[in-house]
């Protein structure tokens, strides 16, 4: 269990530096999260800052709301760079459950692996992760694009509404499940598909855009080694004759 | 529900029914042999709103012990009896502090209409009270025209965004709903507008099933680090509530607690839905009655009653209603059904259009169809136009005024100059089974079924 510290025990730990060019560096081991994401949110544009000694810490860069660049050298704990709206959060290591929770726009990149609910409900904005992603990866996604270099976990895409999700590596059982207008790619293998998720054709318009993910995310893969999936929409409506599927 | 598929009588039967000597079965009433009916003709499962119609033990089965000898009543037009509460002070730094008690429950853009969010906002505010969103994201309207507005975190997310999470004067996490604990929301097709859509990020015209688990924690663990966050992104300035279905509210309350909750708002089973099968609204969850003492326990053993403010919601209509759930311990209430009344729901001026739909005033409760004549559970145009926000406003707002007075009416004659005065020592209960829920005497004698062991 974490430990909830009271408001009234902590304040600003340091202040934005106004050289846009040094980022402002927080250590973790000295400092509260709470002095840094404050910082966070009165940062304006341009602004950059390096967390040392994240530790594992939980929400860690929630909430940013300007396009500033936040470095964090080490493993990050649950819903780093949550509600992300501008901006870029690169963590150098691993992140914990529900990374980018939320995102709204901007950047997130994760060099290592992270761990389940990745990019959950994210409405914009791209959400990079180097290594594997676990479970529910990409779940009730709103539009949020997820290129993810090694593998993905069981449930990913559940009830994913609107975006792209790129696996460069395999995927894991239920991928889509009950999924509405978003479009997964998958270079690998699908342990199996969830219902109302169906393999889809590949067409010309589909390569152009996994080509631009690709690029974005800073990849090399070939957009012709992978297949497109998504909604059947075949239970968009109850209907008595889908009554074995709900 | 709708009777759709059954030959209605083109002329109401004349002769009284009983008179012919006909018995009707209590385990097969009319019905119930509607809902094979409609069953046998459909395929479905009846969806329907509202909350669970089954008569269980309630309020009217407390009674009240007001003062004479040997204690002192307030003198009823003079003596100040207080209604105002503060919420959330357990951690944020600008928790909400209302003029009453009765607040206004969840209920989202979507499953009403813009005009009924518009209509919420303004009678809440005008009495200070706070209103809350629902499963479809914050509106302007809402925003606009409420004073204290109370943000919920659902499961689906729709339309969850942190510029509306700052603006929100507090967060509602929600893990369940007395209409449906352990279920999530359901927007059929005919609500599914393209504004409704957009909101929500999902085709026009689909029948939307909400998630029922939150997709990024499970568990109380998770929850205590999910607070954290949304308190880290809020600058630990907004309150932030966690509301249950009651089902387990002993358990869920201590969790909640624990979680780091400011408030927990628990829901019974008579709480309102905008629609959900209807298997699950009668069958699932207890009702408020029995809920309350299990969830004021837990926070008085955890030593948080009264620090962690307790909103009670699920069949409020009185203000007997409210000064009874505060004598049980609840620092609150919330109303959403009464409230949808006051607006003009099931409003016998539309009597001839509620027939047209099968039902009638005072049953309809397809607020899933979306053809409400009352224009508060649609996204019609046309019928949500008939709802004058003002108009609809200000009743809300002199019933919530009654429903303050009724309290105090009745915490005045318990001689109290607050209603958080009340207490279960003021409570009788009028049946075995709500002394044994309310956990209060049974009328006359000194005996808690469950609590003591004989009279």
């Known amino acids: 269990m974490v430990t909830l510290t009271a408001p009234e025990t902590l304040g600003a730990v340091t202040a934005p530096d106004d050289d846009a060019a040094a980022p ?16 966070l949110h009165h940062a304006v544009d341009g602004q950059s800052w390096t967390v040392a000694n994240p530790g594992g810490k939980h929400s860690l860069a929630v909430g940013i709301n300007a396009d500033v660049t936040v470095t964090i050298d080490g493993h990050a704990g649950y819903y780093a760079a949550g509600m992300h709206q501008k901006g870029t959060v690169k963590v150098n290591g691993n992140a914990g459950v529900g990374l980018a929770e939320n995102i709204m726009s901007g950047t997130v990149h994760v060099t290592g692996d992270a761990s389940q609910s990745a990019a959950a409900t994210g409405h914009g904005g791209l959400v990079v992760i180097d290594g594997n992603a676990g479970a529910r990866c990409g779940i009730s996604m709103k539009g949020v694009d997820i290129v993810v270099g090694g593998n993905i976990g069981h449930m990913s895409a ?10 460069c590596g395999d995927a894991g059982d239920a991928l889509g499940d009950s999924i509405y207008e978003a479009r997964i790619y998958v270079k690998g293998t699908v342990a199996s598909l969830g219902a109302d998720c169906i393999e889809k054709p590949l067409r010309d318009e589909h390569l152009a855009e996994l080509a631009e993910l690709l690029a974005a995310a800073g990849r090399t893969d070939n957009p012709a080694d992978f297949s497109r999936y998504g909604s059947a929409r075949n239970l968009y409506h109850f209907h008595v004759d889908n009554s074995t599927a709900y | 529900m709708t009777i759709t598929s059954i030959p ?5 039967p004349t002769q009284d029914i009983a008179e012919l000597g006909l018995r009707e079965s209590a385990t097969f009433d009319r019905a119930t042999i509607a809902d094979i009916q409609r069953a046998a003709a459909t395929g479905v499962y ?3 709103g509202w909350g669970a119609k089954r008569k269980v033990p309630h309020f009217d089965d407390l009674l009240f012990l007001g003062a004479s000898m040997s204690r002192y009543p307030l003198e009823g037009y003079r003596e100040k009896c207080d209604t105002d509460v503060v919420l959330g002070d357990r951690h944020a730094s600008r928790p909400l502090h209302l003029q009453t008690p009765v607040t206004i429950a969840g209920m989202s853009f979507g499953a009403l209409s813009a005009n009924a969010k518009e209509a919420l906002g303004r009678g809440a505010s005008e009495v200070g009270t706070s209103t809350t969103t629902g499963d479809g994201g914050m509106t302007p309207e809402e925003r606009g025209q409420s004073k204290h507005l109370v943000y919920q975190y659902l499961p689906s997310r729709y339309g ?6 700052r603006k929100a ?5 929600v893990l369940g709903q007395g209409a449906k604990p352990g279920g999530g929301g359901m927007l059929l097709g005919q609500k599914i507008t393209e504004r409704v859509a957009g909101m929500r990020t999902l085709p026009v015209g689909i029948d939307q099933r909400s998630a029922s688990r939150h997709p990024d924690w499970t568990g109380p663990d998770d929850l205590e680090i999910k607070i954290g966050e949304l308190r880290e992104i809020t600058d630990w300035k907004t309150p932030i509530y966690v509301k249950i279905g009651a089902s387990r509210p002993y358990y869920d309350t201590a969790l909640a607690v624990k979680s780091g909750a400011d408030v927990v708002v628990l829901d019974g089973m008579q709480g309102g839905t905008a629609a959900t099968q209807q298997v699950f609204i ?23 009653h009264r620090k962690v403010q307790l909103i009670v919601s699920g069949g409020i209509r009185t203000g007997a209603d409210v000064a009874k759930a505060m004598a ?30 099968g039902s009638a005033a005072g049953f309809y409760d397809d607020f899933q169809d979306g053809r409400d004549p009352a224009g508060i559970t649609t996204q019609d145009p046309e019928l949500a136009s008939r709802l004058d926000p003002v108009a609809a406003g200000k009743r809300l707002a002199n019933y919530l005024r009654v429903l303050t007075m009724e309290a105090q009416t009745i915490a005045r004659a318990c001689g109290k100059s607050h209603l958080h005065n009340l207490e279960p020592e003021d409570l009788v209960a009028l049946t075995i089974e709500a002394s044994a829920m309310a956990r209060v005497p049974l009328a006359g004698t000194s005996w808690i079924p469950g609590v003591q062991g004989s009279f």
Request: charged share 20%; aromatic share 4%; no cysteine.
């Open chain 2, 169 to 173: 004067d507090a967060i509602e996490i």
């Open chain 2, 8 to 12: 209605v009588p083109t002329a109401a």
């Open chain 1, 24 to 39: 402002t560096v927080v250590d973790l081991a000295d400092a509260p999260v709470r002095g840094l994401n404050q910082d």
């Open chain 2, 46 to 48: 009846d969806i329907r």
């Open chain 2, 160 to 165: 969850m965004n942190p510029d509306d999470l």
């Open chain 2, 328 to 357: 049980l311990g609840a620092d609150a209430v919330a109303i959403g059904t009464a409230a949808l009344i006051a607006l003009g729901d099931n409003d016998p001026r539309y009597a001839a259009e509620y027939a047209d739909l």
């Open chain 2, 282 to 304: 009668e069958n699932v969850g207890i009702p408020t009655l029995a809920a309350i003492p299990q969830a004021v326990q837990a926070l008085q053993e955890l030593g948080m």
């Open chain 1, 158 to 167: 559940f009830m994913a509404q609107a975006g792209r999700l790129v696996v």
